[in-house]
């Protein structure tokens, strides 16, 4: 089944314990992001990456880090997570940046740092 | 900046009506349009993908689009109480930008 898996689904975690949420594809997907959704502010984009090893900022990339060392898997890592980093997190992927029609999101994060 | 602009509603309709949801973006290079569908805590599902001017129907679906205008909007015929969730507009220029959402409320 083509798929994009998120992990964890639930974190609850303290301000300034590192942590990293995974995701994976199962497409051969070239493309692929994160996003965070907040109430009131929608889908923004943090980062994206158009292939193995070629990551770029996205609107709010500030106290985010990602890396893209295998086609597949995309995580997101808070070094030093703060409060406003609660959020909704969603990772998708898609064929390619053109191929948006195609674009697949995991079932979502639901961080809370206190 | 790229924006992409929704009336975050709610939007209430009776089943059985026509919804109709509107989008307005900024950037005039944009090539590619999308209508996500969003439960509440779910994680967002494409229903519409529209391309050049007019309109596009897929069921109970139309998208229309007037590039001049820089405008986009979702029709939903025969509105059902599961239609109830939150509309993203998306428009691709050089990145995906999602507006706000649209929350739509079918009331049996």
């Known amino acids: 089944e083509a798929q994009v898996t998120q992990n964890p689904r639930y974190l609850i975690t303290v301000t300034g314990k590192k942590l990293t949420v995974t995701c994976s594809q199962n497409?051969?997907?070239?493309?692929m992001s994160w996003y965070r959704q907040d109430p009131g502010l929608g889908l923004r984009q943090i980062y994206y990456?158009?292939?193995?090893?070629?990551?770029d900022k996205g609107d709010v990339p500030e106290g985010y880090k990602v890396s893209r060392k295998e086609k597949r898997n995309f995580p997101l890592i808070l070094e030093s997570p703060s409060p406003n980093q609660t959020s909704l997190y969603f990772c998708?992927?898609?064929?390619?940046?053109?191929?948006?029609?195609?674009?697949?999101f995991g079932p979502g994060t639901r961080l809370t740092v206190t | 900046q790229k924006e992409v602009e929704q009336n975050s509603g709610p939007l209430s309709v009776p089943e059985g009506a026509i919804a109709s949801l509107n989008c307005t973006y900024s950037d005039r290079g944009s090539q590619s349009f999308f209508w996500y569908r969003q439960y509440s805590g779910k994680s967002p599902e494409l229903i519409m993908s529209i391309y050049s001017n007019g309109d596009k129907e897929d069921g109970r679906f139309t998208a229309q689009l007037n590039k001049a205008s820089q405008y986009v909007s979702l029709l939903i015929r025969d509105s059902q109480p599961s239609d109830s969730a939150t509309y993203l507009c998306?428009?691709?220029?050089?990145?995906?930008?999602f507006g706000k959402g649209t929350m739509l409320l079918v009331s049996p």
């Open positions: 990456s158009m292939n193995v090893e070629v990551t």
């Open positions: 998708a992927s898609s064929k390619t940046l053109l191929s948006a029609y195609e674009q697949y």
């Open positions: 497409m051969n997907h070239e493309y």
């Open positions: 998306a428009v691709m220029g050089s990145t995906l930008t």
